[in-house]
């Protein structure tokens, strides 16, 4: 079992950066690959970023490749998501996961997800 708790959202300017955290409750958090969805009003959750449970991989969809950046610490069971050039279209609830089907957008576990606003 993991739980997952999300923080770092908020307002931004558009071009800014923000970086979301999540952290992991459970002791087999190292061996899950880990991700950020994101979900717009209207909109299907969408998947953002991958990282496998090694950090051997990562894994980004067009909309944000370049810009976003997955990273975790397996001794801290946090992973994070830095966003640079931050777009209005980027303005959704964040969600973190985890499980083995991540980049398939179906993880095991999330969280209760983040508020991240980017004004024009």
């Known amino acids: 079992q993991v739980q997952l708790v999300e923080s770092g959202g908020g307002l931004v300017q558009a071009g800014g950066s923000l970086r979301l955290s999540c952290a992991a409750s459970g002791r087999t958090f190292s061996s899950y690959a880990m991700g950020w969805f994101r979900q717009a009003p209207g909109k299907e959750r969408e998947f953002v970023a991958g990282?496998?449970?090694?950090?051997?991989?990562?894994y980004y969809p067009d909309s944000v490749k370049g810009r976003f950046t997955i990273s975790r610490d397996n001794a801290k069971n946090t992973v994070y998501l830095q966003m640079n050039s931050l777009k209005p279209e980027d303005t959704a609830v964040y969600y973190c996961?985890?499980?083995?089907?991540?980049?398939?957008?179906?993880?095991?576990?999330w969280g209760q997800g983040t508020q991240v606003t980017v004004s024009s």
């Open positions: 996961a985890a499980g083995d089907r991540v980049v398939e957008g179906k993880p095991d576990y």
């Open positions: 990282i496998s449970w090694n950090i051997g991989r990562r």
